[in-house]
C-alpha cells in the first residue's frame, strides 16, 4: 500500500506533498484554498465551514492552547507515535512554518502499512480523527501552533513504540 513511499529500505518514507485526498483517511485538511464559502460581516469577509472538532466525548471540552515548536532537520529518525482515543486534535501554525505530519492507523498499534509522511505547507492546519497514530509536532522551522483538542477528567494520549524503528523521515 505505502509503494512509492519507501525509499531502498521498508524504514525509510519520503514526505509527500499534504493533500486533502491522501491525509482523508487520518483526518482533514484545514485549509480555505479551493473551498466555497458565504459573504458574512457586510462582505468584508468569506466564511469557509471546516468539519467540526471531534472533542466532547467522556466529559470532554474544547481546550485551546499554543505550541512552541522548535524545528527539527530532515532526515528525523522517528522512533514513537501517540494518539488520542476521545477526541480529534487540530494543528494551526502561527505564521508560515512548515512541518510534517507522521500517521499510522491501527488498532492495537501502529501499522505500519499505513505509516505515511506529509510534508505541510507554511499556513495549512491538520485535523487529526481521534484514534489516529501520530508523531508529536515536527516543525521544519521554529513557530508556534494553535491546538485545539480535548481536555476532561481521563487523560486521552497514548504513546507507543513505532514498529522496527526507527523511522527516516526525508524528503525527495
Request: aromatic letters at 6%.
Amino acid at each position: 500500500m505505502a509503494g512509492d513511499q519507501f525509499l531502498m529500505d521498508a524504514r525509510y518514507l519520503i514526505a509527500q506533498p499534504l493533500s486533502a485526498e491522501a491525509f482523508a483517511p487520518y483526518g482533514e485538511v484545514v485549509s480555505s484554498a479551493g473551498r466555497d464559502g458565504r459573504s458574512i460581516n457586510a462582505g468584508t469577509s468569506l466564511r469557509v465551514e471546516m468539519a467540526e472538532p471531534d472533542i466532547l466525548d467522556a466529559g470532554g471540552r474544547p481546550s485551546l492552547s499554543v505550541f512552541r515548536a522548535r524545528a527539527i532537520a530532515l532526515p528525523f529518525a522517528a522512533q514513537v507515535l501517540e494518539r488520542h482515543r476521545l477526541g480529534s486534535q487540530t494543528f494551526l501554525p502561527l505564521a508560515a512554518t512548515p512541518y510534517v505530519v507522521l500517521v499510522a492507523l491501527g488498532a492495537d498499534a501502529p501499522d505500519t502499512a499505513t505509516l505515511r509522511a506529509f510534508l505541510a505547507g507554511p499556513g495549512v492546519g491538520i485535523t487529526l480523527r481521534r484514534d489516529v497514530w501520530h508523531h508529536p509536532l515536527m516543525a521544519l522551522a521554529d513557530g508556534d501552533f494553535a491546538v485545539l483538542e480535548r481536555a476532561g477528567p481521563a487523560v486521552d494520549c497514548e504513546v507507543a513504540p513505532l514498529p522496527d524503528a526507527p523511522w527516516t523521515i526525508r524528503t525527495a
